[in-house]
């Protein structure tokens, strides 16, 4: 079984867009998707830097589109039913909607924009970051964020927790780090997935009554807990309370494991979510997409894993 998944915040690099904006199509459907997220992702895929693309009002449409555009490159060549399950990673998680048919891609770019706005001005009332822990035990780890009164937002399986909260909290982490484990202070501009974010969920809350989502047409996995969820609606309500809550990847895992994923491609920016799963699916084949020199050799791989 084939498994597609979309990357989060923290995994844009400058200019990972320029290979593929030399293709005609995909800088039309990427201008498309730019006026929908009314921010010029062109620009942002290929000339902005580090710091710029680091702004989360920037960096979730940038993700969310860059996955969209290049799921649609990837299976315009293949056939109906080589896809077993989507998922996406956090902000990800909306290009994996789209992609089900949750949502259309322009409803997608909308939520995005508002999401990333609305996590931007949230993150500012508080000075407040997020934190990797990886490696040590994982109850110490646990133990050693819940002391400090931050929270782990991100439970990524064997070897990687994120801490997530005021920058004073996650000072503290550094200076009493769990034993063998190692800290790396994350790209990211607040801290996501927590209580800081509720002023963000109440701002989505609003903007999706007037949206209509439909029902999934693949399996769409929930970073809430890992389950395979059916409803448009309902999977519309978690991307929702998402925000200020936490991503259960290791769960997702877990549920790709128990469907029978043998194979695991991850769209642009690829890299994140195979070295996770290098570390936690043992055994299943992985594929990074990241230049459009790769489709070929991408959807073979897809076809080899197809359901």
């Known amino acids: 079984m084939l498994a597609i998944v979309a990357p989060g915040q923290g995994a844009q690099t400058p200019g990972f867009l320029a290979p593929w904006v030399e293709d005609p199509d995909f800088k039309s459907h990427l201008e498309e998707l730019s006026s929908a997220a009314e921010t010029d992702l062109l620009v942002h895929g290929t000339v902005s830097d580090a710091e710029t693309i680091r702004d989360t009002a920037v960096a979730q449409p940038l993700l969310v589109a860059s996955a969209l555009a290049t799921y649609t490159k990837l299976t315009d060549g293949l056939t109906n039913g080589t896809v077993g399950v989507l998922a996406g990673h956090s902000v990800g998680e909306i290009a994996a909607a789209a992609a089900a048919g949750v949502l259309t891609q322009q409803s997608a770019m909308i939520l995005?924009?508002?999401?990333?706005?609305?996590?931007?001005?949230?993150?500012?009332?508080?000075?407040?970051?997020?934190?990797?822990?990886?490696?040590?035990?994982?109850?110490?780890?646990?133990?050693?964020?819940?002391?400090?009164?931050?929270?782990?937002?991100?439970?990524?399986?064997?070897?990687?927790?994120?801490?997530?909260?005021?920058?004073?909290?996650?000072?503290?982490?550094?200076?009493?780090?769990?034993?063998?484990?190692?800290?790396?202070?994350?790209?990211?501009?607040?801290?996501?997935?927590?209580?800081?974010?509720?002023?963000?969920?109440?701002?989505?809350?609003?903007?999706?009554?007037?949206?209509?989502?439909?029902?999934?047409?693949?399996?769409?996995?929930?970073?809430?807990?890992?389950?395979?969820?059916?409803?448009?609606?309902e999977y519309l309500q978690r991307l929702v309370g998402q925000v200020a809550n936490p991503v259960r990847w290791d769960l997702c895992m877990a549920t790709m494991a128990e469907l029978g994923v043998t194979g695991l491609l991850e769209l642009t920016?690829?890299?994140?979510?195979?070295?996770?799963?290098?570390?936690?699916?043992?055994?299943?084949?992985?594929?990074?997409?990241?230049?459009?020199?790769?489709?070929?050799?991408?959807?073979?791989?897809?076809?080899?894993?197809?359901?």
């Open 269 to 307: 920016p690829a890299g994140t979510l195979t070295g996770i799963a290098r570390r936690n699916l043992k055994g299943v084949e992985l594929f990074n997409l990241n230049t459009p020199d790769q489709l070929d050799e991408a959807r073979a791989f897809c076809q080899n894993h197809a359901s």
């Open 112 to 233: 995005v924009r508002e999401r990333g706005r609305g996590m931007a001005e949230a993150a500012a009332i508080t000075p407040t970051s997020m934190t990797a822990v990886v490696g040590g035990d994982a109850a110490e780890v646990l133990a050693a964020i819940e002391a400090i009164g931050a929270t782990p937002a991100n439970n990524n399986g064997s070897g990687q927790i994120v801490a997530a909260g005021t920058v004073e909290q996650l000072a503290k982490l550094a200076e009493n780090a769990p034993r063998r484990a190692r800290l790396i202070p994350l790209s990211v501009a607040g801290a996501f997935h927590t209580v800081h974010m509720a002023p963000a969920v109440e701002r989505l809350a609003t903007l999706t009554q007037s949206m209509d989502p439909q029902e999934p047409t693949l399996p769409l996995l929930s970073n809430a807990d890992g389950a395979v969820v059916t409803s448009g609606a």
